[in-house]
C-alpha cells in the first residue's frame, strides 16, 4: 500500500484489462469492444480525486476513444508499439515521477510499460510472466472489476475511498455514471 499512497497516475492497457480481452468484428469491419460500468465508475471516482488516468493500447480503436471521451479521459496512446517509450513521454508530459505512477496490465506487451513505473499491476487473468513481475494482481479478471478494484486500492492508500463512496451514496458526485 505504501507505492499505492504515491500514485498520482494511472496507465491502463486497454484490452485485457479495460475489457477481457476479446475483440468483435462484424462483416463490414466495425470493431465491438465490451466495458464494465465499475471500471468507469473507478476512474471517475480516482480522477475526482486528482490522479489522472491514461489509456496506452497497442490497437487503434475509435471504440476506445468512444469510451475516454465518455470517462473524460485525454491522455490517449494508441497504436502504441513500444509502451515503455509512451510511458516515459506521458510521464514527462505530466510532470509526474516514475514512482507516482502505476501501469496495469495483462500480456507480455506490458511489461516493458510496467517496468517503467513504482506500481506494476497484472490483472488475475494475466498471462503468468505478466503476474509474476506484477508489484500486485487484481482478485478481477481484465474487464470484469479488475480496474475498479485498483482505483479503490489507491484511494484507499490516499485516504479518499470513502470521501468518494459517501459522495456516490448521497448522490452529490459531479461524476456520476460509468
Not at 11 to 35: H, I, M, N, P, Y
Not at 101 to 112: K, R, S, T, W, Y
Request: with cysteine; net charge neutral.
Amino acid at each position: 500500500m505504501v507505492t499505492a499512497k504515491a500514485v498520482r497516475l494511472l496507465l491502463l492497457d486497454v484490452d485485457g484489462v479495460l475489457t477481457d480481452g476479446r475483440l468483435f468484428l462484424s462483416d463490414s469491419g466495425e470493431e465491438f469492444k465490451a466495458f464494465h460500468s465499475r471500471d468507469g465508475h473507478g476512474i471517475k471516482m480516482l480522477m475526482a480525486t486528482g490522479v489522472g488516468v491514461g489509456l496506452v493500447t497497442g490497437r487503434r480503436s475509435q471504440v476506445v476513444q468512444r469510451r475516454a471521451d465518455d470517462l473524460g479521459i485525454t491522455l490517449v496512446v494508441q497504436g502504441c508499439r513500444d509502451k515503455r517509450a509512451a510511458v516515459k513521454r506521458l510521464l514527462l508530459e505530466q510532470r509526474v515521477a516514475a514512482h507516482e505512477a502505476a501501469f496495469m496490465g495483462d500480456d507480455v506487451i506490458d511489461l516493458p510499460a510496467m517496468e517503467s513505473v513504482g506500481l506494476a499491476v497484472a490483472v488475475a487473468d494475466a498471462h503468468p510472466l505478466v503476474r509474476a513481475r506484477a508489484r500486485w494482481v487484481t482478485e478481477h479478471n481484465g474487464g470484469q472489476g479488475a480496474v475498479r478494484e485498483v482505483c479503490e486500492l489507491v484511494m484507499r492508500a490516499q485516504g479518499t475511498l470513502d470521501g468518494q463512496l459517501g459522495c456516490a451514496y448521497q448522490g452529490e458526485c459531479s461524476w456520476a455514471g460509468g
